[in-house]
């Protein structure tokens, strides 16, 4: 693979674009059903330490301040970077002989996730929240290693051309573990609460964070039952700074030696892209109990409902990414996602307005598919197969990083000015993105000329 061939489908559409029966036949491919189970498993941590925690969390009472506090144990996949190269040149003893490098760092991540799960099921935030974040910790850190194993194993199990096709079942499977995660979990709680009392219930939360630890068997089935992707055999480094030096510096150097000045370019928009879905996101649940929303409603419209119109809006992502080139469809995602933000200062108004919620989460979520879609598809494209773990790792690590660090601040932010105020301007954060955008396709079509 030639260096400049990764990035051509991000920049612009297929000579000859496929006919849709042959777009869709894509999905139904091996690799790209196979990247429909993957995705379950990478999805199903995700809420459990950031989004239905904070749901959790602000039904034990804990202030809105800690609560966007505690989302710093995000950062986790912000950082990956760091030991990115390990997973992707590490063997692990016993485990790499009998099952190849990507399969083998999932099923460690995966059980290091099922047994951080498992503690924060046994421990109740009203009584010290120290043992709880620890247990989120390893979750996260588990989670995150999982992401880049599975990353790479996506890359490398098909070529550039079925990037878009592969980001989308993932993007599906990834979402239907959201709605059980989401939907799943308080679904469960709510379930499992006894007596008429209403508040927060230890003994429910707990039984529904151990059905969500035994649901990451169905990653570990997976991974056990799939193929380990075919790759290239990696040369005998020749001292202990060999090693370092091609693990650790390669990777970045290549990566700086095929775009040159562009890189500084694509980072930025790689950095900022999500910056209003993720600030905004640590916040809707605690907006969610503070307007008097039922476990129930909440679990109905924006983990299940809205899942599956971001499992729409994924669908359509990749297929125009497909046909029309992964940029415009990058744009039409970060213009769609800023400009939903504005309805949720509108149904901030609405009071507990179940069809306001229904109608805010339908677009909001059909826009974070298409964006999600298009946004991996591209990350995708920029990574030379030869690092495809660490490159993609420092990829989707900073584009954690920054929107992570800021939505730190959410809870002051809101206790501060409310609701409304913090939806505008997690909107208008997204408006330096369209520029990036813009500037990095020019960029694009004038190195490809």
């Avoid at 790209?32 to 999805?43: C, E, I, K, V």
């Avoid at 804990?62 to 997973?87: C, E, H, M, N």
């Avoid at 390893?138 to 290693?145: E, I, K, M, Q």
């Avoid at 690092?387 to 601040?409: C, D, R």
Wanted: aromatic share 10%; hydrophobic share 55%; with cysteine.
């Amino acid at each position: 693979m030639s260096p400049d061939a990764a990035d051509t489908p991000a920049i612009k559409p297929p000579a000859s674009a496929p006919s849709w029966r042959q777009t869709l036949a894509v999905y139904l491919e091996a690799p790209t059903l196979r990247m429909l189970a993957l995705g379950f498993s990478a999805g199903l941590p995700l809420l459990l330490v950031l989004g239905t925690l904070s749901f959790r969390l602000r039904e034990a009472g804990i202030d809105r301040s800690t609560i966007g506090y505690l989302s710093w144990v995000g950062l986790a996949y912000a950082f990956k970077w760091a030991w990115a190269p390990l997973v992707d040149r590490l063997p692990l003893p016993l485990l790499t002989a009998r099952m190849g490098r990507r399969r083998s760092w999932l099923i460690l991540s995966q059980l290091s996730i099922m047994l951080g799960l498992a503690g924060m099921a046994l421990m109740d935030p009203r009584h010290g929240l120290e043992p709880l974040v620890w247990c989120a910790l390893l979750v996260a850190f588990g989670s995150a290693t999982q992401d880049i194993a599975l990353d790479a194993y996506r890359i490398e199990s098909a070529g550039p051309e079925r990037q878009a096709a592969l980001a989308a079942a993932y993007q599906t499977g990834y979402r239907l573990a959201m709605i059980w995660a989401g939907a799943g979990v308080l679904w469960l709680a709510a379930r499992a609460e006894t007596g008429v009392t209403s508040g927060y219930q230890q003994a429910a939360w707990a039984s529904a964070y151990l059905v969500m630890a035994a649901s990451m068997l169905l990653g570990v089935l997976t991974v056990l039952l799939s193929p380990e992707p075919a790759r290239r055999a990696l040369p005998a480094a020749r001292s202990l700074n060999a090693w370092l030096r091609e693990a650790l510096v390669e990777p970045f150097a290549d990566f700086l030696r095929r775009y040159r000045w562009q890189a500084a370019l694509i980072l930025a928009l790689i950095a900022v892209y999500r910056i209003s879905d993720v600030v905004m996101g640590i916040m809707a649940n605690p907006f969610y109990v503070d307007m008097g929303y039922s476990k129930d409603e909440v679990a109905a419209v924006t983990k299940v409902y809205g899942v599956v119109m971001t499992l729409a809006g994924a669908f359509i992502g990749g297929a125009l990414a497909m046909r029309l080139g992964v940029m415009r469809v990058l744009m039409l995602g970060a213009i769609l996602s800023a400009a939903t933000n504005l309805l949720f200062a509108w149904l901030n108004t609405r009071g507990h307005d179940l069809g306001a919620l229904i109608f805010v989460i339908s677009a909001d979520n059909l826009s974070s598919g298409i964006a999600s879609a298009a946004f991996i598809a591209y990350l995708s494209s920029l990574t030379n197969i030869s690092y495809s773990a660490t490159q993609y790792a420092l990829f989707s690590s900073m584009m954690l990083l920054a929107p992570k660090f800021v939505a730190g601040f959410s809870g002051d932010y809101v206790n501060a000015f409310g609701y409304g105020h913090f939806f505008v301007s997690t909107a208008l954060l997204g408006l330096p993105v369209l520029l990036l955008i813009w500037l990095a396709g020019r960029a694009a079509l004038h190195k490809d000329r």
